[in-house]
């Protein structure tokens, strides 16, 4: 179960495409000659990247004024854009880490080990 408001649920599904992305650039690169990780350090930054920015941008919206007739209160409405209550932009650090650990495993298939 996802729960998100706005839209948060683009955080999920711009870590969903790295995955992919991941998965299709990275040996696109290493059979022109462009080391292993690479691809997949490039496509996770870039996806948290993009995650920062379209995330702030939502969640930095001007709210709405709204002024009660009865008492004269000023209430501001804005839209939040949140995926299991985190703000959106804040997700671009586990993007991070998931990148980091894609990384980590990237490079542990290359290496052979030993029997025990």
């Known amino acids: 179960m996802i729960i998100w408001s706005g839209w948060g649920v683009l955080a999920a599904l711009i870590m969903g495409a790295?995955?992919?992305?991941?998965?299709l650039v990275d040996p696109a690169l290493a059979r022109i000659g462009i080391p292993t990780p690479t691809?997949?350090?490039a496509v996770w930054?870039?996806?948290?990247a993009l995650n920062w920015v379209v995330g702030t941008r939502l969640n930095n919206r001007p709210?709405?004024?709204l002024v009660d007739p009865r008492t004269g209160q000023v209430v501001i409405l804005r839209g939040r854009h949140t995926l299991f209550w985190i703000p959106?932009?804040?997700w671009?650090?586990?993007i991070l880490l998931l990148g980091a650990v894609a990384i980590l495993g990237a490079l542990g298939a290359g290496t052979p080990r030993r029997p025990a």
């Open 88 to 90: 959106m932009q804040y």
């Open 92 to 94: 671009s650090v586990l």
């Open 18 to 23: 790295a995955l992919v992305a991941g998965v």
């Open 39 to 41: 691809g997949v350090v």
């Open 45 to 48: 930054v870039a996806a948290a």
């Open 63 to 65: 709210g709405r004024e």
